[in-house]
């Protein structure tokens, strides 16, 4: 697979460490929710198109957001956890561990713009 393949998720962000939604606080159940959620939005997104078997895959991860402060960077990268899980569950990848990641964040204008963006492409 030598082009990368672009997965567009509109209006849905995967939970950062803190806060009252956080995976920090999250019981077992409320992240095998949170994980079932966003396994669902990557299949209608169509990334179970996409199989790289054991591959090191390299992500660009960006949350697309219209408003609210920055998240730092490890808060970031943690909220990527969920997506992670859900590539595997989906078989895009064998094992999560082989995700290289170089998370982003942006801040848009318009309210039909803001979701998850993520480009995948083996080596």
Not at 17 to 40: D, F, I, Q, S
Not at 99 to 118: N, P, S
Request: some cysteine; aromatic content about 6%.
């Amino acid at each position: 697979m030598s082009e990368p393949v672009h997965i567009w998720v509109p209006e849905y962000h995967a939970p950062g460490n803190n806060g009252r939604g956080g995976l920090r606080r999250m019981h077992r159940w409320a992240y095998a929710k949170a994980r079932k959620r966003a396994v669902e939005h990557l299949l209608v997104a169509g990334a179970i198109r996409h199989q790289f078997g054991t591959a090191e895959v390299r992500c660009r991860y960006t949350r697309k957001r219209r408003s609210g402060p920055e998240m730092d960077d490890d808060n970031l990268a943690s909220s990527f956890k969920l997506i992670g899980d859900a590539l595997e569950t989906l078989e895009v990848v064998d094992d999560d561990k082989q995700i290289r990641l170089d998370a982003h964040q942006e801040l848009v204008g318009r309210k039909g713009d803001w979701g998850t963006e993520l480009i995948l492409s083996a080596g």
